[in-house]
């Protein structure tokens, strides 16, 4: 009997961590999968890493190299319509499954034909693989939660660390590639899971849900360089995926972000210049405690506290673990 599910990992300039999330997947306890790897035109020594590691393992697997650096939205596209098995699960090249992951990600999935996607929690490493504060907490527990929320019309948060039903993808038109400007930055790798999510949730009206497993499955690397991160252009990509989904509901055509991002006015991008700003200052504070930079930690929160409380309540709520 042929594997039902493909773990596909995009990998991009990571050979300092790649060796240790394979190390993860080897050792799943459910191993019934095919693996893909995308070389995303690294620039370092990750294919070697790659290839001696699985070789020494005796682990069958399929590396595929790209001849330009296209993005993980373009990496994950490829995948979609290359692999055929029944599911897909996408890890990042940095991450940490739990032993048990792939086990119950698959179990739950595969129990309900109405179950089109499965997420879990994640709790946050840093660049060197030690424990930090906080994590990923969100998603719906049960198909009533999630079919309330999708039939509000709300963007489907959930981590990108899920197994996926491919047929239920593909019939959504899978990851978003076409219609973006040329260059950097890649929009379209900008919130690329939440738009598959929220694409997805239309399918609540034939009774599909996307669900997650509400335990810690997996370690979530969090990067010092993610204090670089375009906090604005992925709210304006939130703002088109919110756009688009009320366009679809209302029998509308999508925009494009080209043709979005034309049609927008001022006042919007100040709103989300605003925004962008709150998300800045919260990842400020959240590096300045690991650093033990206790002023500056309070300094930013106090900030971010006066100018978006709504934001900071978010973050509380979604990152920090004591609500979940």
Not at 42 to 67: G, H, P, Q, W
Not at 211 to 229: F, G, I, N, T
Not at 236 to 261: A, C, D, P, V
Request: net charge positive; hydrophobic share 35%.
């Amino acid at each position: 009997m042929e594997n039902e599910l493909t773990i596909a990992i995009c990998a991009y300039n990571c050979e300092n961590y790649i060796k240790e999330t394979l190390s993860c997947l080897i050792n799943q306890t459910y191993k019934k999968f095919n693996l893909l790897i995308i070389n995303d035109c690294s620039t370092d020594n990750s294919v070697e890493v790659i290839r001696n590691f699985l070789s020494e393992k005796n682990f069958n697997y399929e590396l595929v190299n790209f001849k330009i650096n296209r993005g993980l939205a373009a990496g994950r596209a490829y995948i979609e319509q290359k692999v055929n098995t029944k599911y897909i699960l996408f890890i990042d090249a940095d991450d940490c499954p739990y032993p048990t992951l792939v086990e119950k990600l698959y179990n739950k999935i595969s129990e309900d034909k109405d179950i089109i996607a499965v997420g879990c929690y994640h709790e946050f490493i840093d660049s060197k693989g030690a424990e930090i504060s906080g994590g990923i907490y969100i998603g719906a527990k049960t198909k009533e939660e999630f079919y309330k929320k999708a039939g509000k019309e709300k963007l489907i948060f959930m981590q990108p660390t899920a197994i996926i039903d491919r047929e239920a993808l593909l019939s959504v038109g899978g990851r978003s590639i076409e219609g973006y400007p040329e260059g950097k930055p890649r929009y379209q790798d900008l919130c690329e899971d939440l738009d598959l999510w929220t694409r997805m949730s239309d399918l609540y009206e034939e009774g599909k849900a996307i669900l997650v497993v509400p335990q810690v499955l997996c370690k979530y690397r969090k990067h010092e360089m993610a204090l670089s991160a375009n906090s604005f252009g992925m709210l304006l990509r939130m703002r088109h995926i919110k756009t688009n989904l009320r366009r679809r509901r209302s029998g509308q055509t999508e925009l494009t972000f080209i043709e979005f991002y034309k049609n927008i006015e001022e006042k919007e991008i100040k709103v989300l210049q605003k925004k962008a700003l709150s998300a800045d200052l919260v990842r400020n504070s959240f590096y300045a405690l690991k650093k033990r930079e206790y002023f500056r930690f309070l300094k930013s929160l106090f900030h971010v506290s006066v100018s978006d409380p709504i934001y900071l309540l978010d973050k509380i709520k979604n990152n920090s673990g004591f609500i979940k």
